[in-house]
């Protein structure tokens, strides 16, 4: 059996956008509830984040796959903001 772990990592844009909704004090983890490993997002899928009547959407710029040795393996998602708002 496999070891999946997911890493969101934020573009530039994507950081700043995030930062503004949920600033530094706040648990950002709280507000990043994602679907299972298996029903993750594809590149150019947009999720909405942040907390409850603020979301925001952020594109899925870049899904990664790191094998990480033996059954381990990492799963990042870079997120961007769409377009029109950077």
Known sequence: MSNIQLDIEWTEA????IEKL???????DSYLA???V????MEGDV????PAGKQQPFIVAERQY???GD???TIILIL???QETH
């Open 22 to 28: 949920m600033p530094r004090n706040v648990n950002k």
């Open 71 to 73: 059954a381990d393996w």
């Open 14 to 17: 994507a950081s700043r956008k």
């Open 47 to 50: 999720l909405f984040l942040g």
């Open 66 to 68: 790191h094998h990480d």
């Open 80 to 82: 961007d903001v769409p």
């Open 34 to 36: 994602l679907p299972p």
């Open 38 to 41: 298996e029903c993750l997002p």
